[in-house]
Each structure stands twice: as C-alpha cells, then as structure tokens.
C-alpha cells in the first residue's frame, strides 16, 4: 500500500477558520550563535487540515487523545460532489449514493472541488473557500448516523453550510445573496430553511453521536474522486485537545498508486506540487463505475 496526501500545506498564509488564530511562526535561535535554528509556532486547532474533535461542541465527549488508530483509520471512500453542488447549495445523501458505495463503518471524504479555491491553488478565492461552499442538511446528518460513518471529511472551510454557521452574521452581503439563492431554489429564504433547531448540525447533532469531521482536505484529493481507499487520520495525540491539526492519507494498492502518479504527471500542479484543478472530467465518471462496481 502507498500513499496519498488529502492535506493543503500550511503556513502563515493558511487561513484560519474566521476569527479563529492563524499560524503565526518565528525563530528564537538561529545556527548563529546558537548551533541550531530554532521555531515557535502559535495558532489554533483550526488551521489548515484538522479533525474537529468532540470536545469541540461535546463537554463529556473524547479529546483528540482518546481517538484510537482503528477509529482514525480505516476502509472508506472519496466521493466527488462537484458535479451536483455549487456556490451555496445543498448537497443530500442521495447525490453521494448516486455516485458510490458508503458501506456501514465508512470514512466519508467528500469532494466539493471547492478546494480549488484554497490559498495553495492557482484558482484561489478566500471568500468563495469559507463563505460560499456548499454544505448538507439535517437529512445528510441522519443519513450519516444510520451509515454509522467512522468520521467525514470535506475539502472546504466547513462540514456545515457556511450560511449554517455564524458567517452568516458575519457576512451579510454574502448572507443577501444566499438568500436570494434559496428562495429561488428552495422557494423559501434562508433563515427559514436554516433555522434555529438546524444550527450548525453536523457539529452540534453528531459529535455526541462520536462522528466527527475533518475539515479543509486538499493535496491530491483530486486522484481519488470515487474511489475507496483506506484512509487515515494523524493528528497529535493531543490531551484536552478540542481538534488538531492533521496529515490525512490515503493508501491505495501499488499498481492504483502507479496509475494515479503517472496522471498525477501529466497534470499541472501547485507551486507546492499538488494537482492543480480538475483533472478531465471523463475520469470522474470512470470513478463513479468503478466505485460502485
């Protein structure tokens, strides 16, 4: 089995989650005079690739130390969205069913291609990457539930809806056009469909339930859309820790891993080596038949 990296760089670019501490970095010793160089980094759990944990919205529930490898790691599969969901929208369990096999006990990887539009990508847009992605509904979060999902994970700002979340007091020109989204879509207005008793649910209503989220995957997730893989999760074994930031892996046979590299190739990547947007479309579609086959 070789890897697959589903992680976006960090550094002091990496946006935080909104008003959440970025990655702030300095050196306090240098090779001169000191005989080594020396780092202190500061900033918080939620920065650049990370596992919401429990205790992020769960008082009595695990810290990140209590997660064990078996849970973190895992059968699962990467499910490609973007086809199905744009700028605001709402994606269901049934476009993730159309599109592969979630068997009981899954990791979830969901691909909204919103990625692209992270801070690493030559497409880079801040406000579209945290603000405008989309994000499920109560539906998708009890869909989850029966599958008994291991852990999800997505490839943008959130697990929820942005406009799901305090950003959308936070961002009232953005919150007027999600609006006027959802009234055309949905034929009803945005506070009415995303009310209270829906507040941030994929935090508040399955962290008790011990399913948790990984947030802002990135790095090749782009070679494995439809795919299942074995995947892991590696974050600090953090005691008290409310999330962290992680490596997420995706591990795949020696002839796949072959495969993708030599598309991998042929592609344009990142200034830090990743693939760069997506790759034709044609070989969503083959995932898709082979994911389910």
């Not at 919401?52 to 973190?72: R, V």
Request: proline share 5%.
């Amino acid at each position: 089995m070789l890897p697959i990296d589903l992680s976006i760089p960090i550094g002091i670019g990496t946006p935080a989650w909104p008003t959440y501490e970025p990655l702030q970095m300095k050196y306090f010793k240098r090779l001169a005079p000191n005989g080594a160089n020396g780092q202190i980094l500061t900033h918080s759990n939620h920065v650049g690739t990370h596992l919401d944990g429990e205790i992020h919205f769960y008082t009595p529930g695990k810290d990140i130390a209590d997660l064990s490898l078996d849970f973190l790691m895992h059968d699962g599969v990467v499910v490609d969205l973007s086809d199905a969901a744009g700028d605001y929208d709402v994606y269901t369990s049934r476009m993730v069913e159309d599109r592969v096999e979630v068997r009981e006990g899954d990791i979830l990887v969901i691909h909204t291609g919103y990625h692209h539009y992270g801070w690493d990508q030559p497409t880079a847009d801040e406000v579209r990457y945290m603000v405008k992605h989309p994000g499920p509904d109560r539906e998708f979060a009890e869909w989850a539930k029966r599958r008994k999902l291991r852990w999800i994970g997505v490839d943008c700002g959130s697990a929820d809806h942005p406009m799901n979340t305090i950003i959308r007091q936070w961002m009232p020109r953005q919150a007027k056009q999600a609006d006027a989204h959802f009234r055309e879509k949905h034929g009803m207005p945005l506070e009415e469909f995303f009310g209270d008793d829906k507040y941030q649910l994929m935090h508040i209503e399955m962290f008790d339930r011990g399913i948790i989220h990984a947030e802002c995957l990135g790095g090749d997730i782009d070679l494995l859309l439809n795919r299942r893989a074995v995947i892991g999760c590696f974050p600090w074994r953090l005691v008290e820790g409310e999330s962290c930031i992680a490596r997420i892996v995706a591990f795949v046979d020696d002839a796949t891993h072959a495969e993708l590299m030599a598309r991998k190739a042929a592609a344009k990547l990142t200034k830090h080596g990743d693939v760069a947007g997506s790759l034709n479309p044609d070989l969503h579609a083959e995932g898709r038949a082979r994911a389910r086959a």
